[in-house]
């Protein structure tokens, strides 16, 4: 009878227990519920007991101050797909990279190269606390971090492939190109008029450009590469290739009309007004853009 009453008392708190763990969402921890993952090296994480590494405050159950209880919590690494990988993604608070887990248990992922935020359900990644025992990482020895696995596709499109091996190549092919124009008009006498050195400005202008594109195409991942600063550059020398252009077609033009075809004489002193004009131009097209650019408020 007595046993009767008990089963009577238990049963309504076993379903309220087990309803409440079925409204529960999912998510995956790498490692057991008293386990950690340990790093004893670059690329080498077990997982560990609490007990065993002796960290004291370190808790199993918790991550990025959430409680993994409130979650109905799966073990292990996740299985990834063909095209896909296991990526490691750590999260330190010097760190410029953002991981959360949200309440429906999906797991955020962004950083300063994937801008846009990337979400993984329970079955792409798992989440645990991993304590650092080596000296070879950005984090210090002895630190504790939040890490999860994530099955991440790395494979290229179309499109990445231009980007990053296709774009890269040709404006390497292009500055080869305009260096070696250069190099032949400063080396050639009969090249050195003042033609000539219109087209060594234009060189000097379009091999800086593409190489400021080279910047933005590898550099902007730097946080000590400016975007306003290498727009600048760019600019001024597009700005300063075009005037030159601009300057050699006048001074084709006046060549063809005149009579004589001795002209040589006059080009130091056509050279310095081309050279004033290019640089006069240049400074009053930047400093307009400028101005521009910090005054006029975006409405957007």
């Given at each position: 009878m007595k046993q009767k009453i008990?089963?009577?008392?238990?049963?309504?708190?076993?379903?309220?227990?087990?309803?409440?763990?079925?409204?529960?969402?999912?998510?995956?921890?790498?490692?057991?519920?008293?386990?950690?993952?340990?790093e004893d090296g670059p690329g080498r994480?077990?997982?560990?007991?609490?007990?065993?590494?002796?960290?004291?405050?370190?808790?199993?159950?918790?991550?990025?101050?959430?409680?993994?209880?409130n979650y109905a919590i799966n073990h292990g690494i996740p299985v990834c797909e063909n095209r896909e990988h296991l990526i490691p993604l750590y999260y330190h608070v010097r760190d410029q990279n953002?991981?959360?887990?949200?309440?429906?248990?999906?797991?955020?992922?962004?950083?300063?190269?994937?801008?846009?935020?990337?979400?993984?359900?329970?079955?792409?990644?798992?989440?645990?606390?991993?304590?650092?025992?080596?000296?070879?990482?950005?984090?210090?020895?002895?630190?504790?971090?939040?890490?999860?696995?994530?099955?991440?596709?790395?494979?290229?499109?179309?499109?990445?492939?231009?980007?990053?091996?296709?774009?890269?190549?040709g404006i390497g092919i292009s500055m080869g190109c305009l260096t070696l124009t250069f190099l032949l008009y400063c080396l050639l006498p009969q090249l050195r008029d003042l033609t000539g050195r219109f087209i060594l400005a234009i060189c000097a202008f379009l091999t800086a450009s593409y190489a400021i594109r080279l910047v933005d195409a590898f550099g902007l991942h730097d946080p000590n590469v400016d975007r306003l600063a290498t727009e600048f550059v760019k600019h001024c020398c597009v700005v300063g290739a075009w005037l030159s252009l601009n300057c050699m077609g006048h001074h084709v033009w006046k060549v063809i009309m005149a009579d004589s075809v001795f002209t040589r004489v006059t080009d130091g002193r056509r050279c310095c007004y081309y050279s004033l004009y290019v640089i006069v131009f240049t400074t009053v097209i930047l400093c307009t853009a400028l101005t521009v650019h910090y005054t006029v408020v975006d409405t957007d």
């Open positions: 008990v089963f009577l008392l238990i049963l309504p708190l076993a379903r309220t227990f087990i309803s409440a763990q079925k409204n529960k969402y999912d998510i995956r921890k790498c490692c057991g519920i008293t386990e950690v993952l340990l994480r077990n997982c560990t007991s609490v007990e065993k590494i002796g960290i004291r405050g370190l808790n199993p159950k918790r991550w990025r101050g959430l409680e993994l209880k953002t991981l959360d887990l949200m309440e429906n248990g999906t797991l955020e992922y962004s950083s300063e190269i994937r801008k846009n935020p990337v979400y993984f359900s329970y079955v792409k990644y798992c989440v645990d606390s991993i304590v650092i025992s080596h000296n070879f990482s950005h984090i210090d020895e002895g630190d504790i971090s939040e890490f999860a696995y994530a099955c991440i596709d790395v494979s290229r499109s179309i499109s990445d492939i231009v980007n990053i091996w296709v774009f890269p190549i």
